[in-house]
């Protein structure tokens, strides 16, 4: 089953995540595991983000959302809500999207912290940096990527620095 530390894409290309997400979300479908689904939706939503595909991303968010709100699942709704921020911010030039982005990325980022869970505000960090980037914002982007690092640092996340 599809676990909250693999919702991240970080050590692997977004089609490898994109194929685990879906085959595990098969698994999930077919045993009723709705934690599981929500999860894979939330990878494959991420991943297809990066591939460029925003209907697809906004999508899988959504359905994500929905289903971890129902359940009260918050470290989900959190990690949603993180890809509707990459999904905003990838229609850059658009500043009400850019604005959008900042939004959803700071909330998840609150509530990743409210949760303590650090690989979320990592991720959620990383996604703002990427927001403060397309706003034209390098020292603040800088900034929120050092923290991300620091944080991927204290987890022993080496794929997330580059190594590995």
Same mark, same amino acid.
């Given at each position: ?21 879906? *085959? ?54 959190? !990690? ?53 980037? *397309? ?14 690092? !620091? ?14």
């Amino acid at each position: 089953a599809m676990e909250l530390e693999q919702v991240f894409v970080i050590d692997e290309t977004p089609e490898e995540a994109v194929g685990a997400a879906y *085959a595990k979300m098969d698994a999930a479908r077919a045993t009723g595991d709705e934690r599981g689904r929500a999860l894979c939706l939330i990878k494959a939503g991420e991943a297809l983000a990066m591939m460029g595909d925003t209907n697809g991303a906004w999508g899988s968010a959504a359905e994500a959302m929905s289903l971890c709100s129902d359940m009260k699942f918050e470290e989900g709704r959190a !990690a949603a809500t993180n890809v509707m921020a990459k999904v905003h911010a990838s229609k850059a030039g658009d500043e009400e999207e850019l604005e959008e982005a900042m939004d959803s990325a700071t909330d998840a980022l609150k509530l990743f912290r409210k949760l303590g869970y650090r690989k979320g505000e990592a991720a959620a960090l990383t996604t703002l940096a990427g927001v403060y980037q *397309a706003s034209k914002k390098a020292a603040l982007a800088i900034k929120s990527a050092k923290e991300a690092l !620091a944080i991927f640092a204290e987890l022993g996340e080496e794929a997330a620095l580059g190594g590995g």
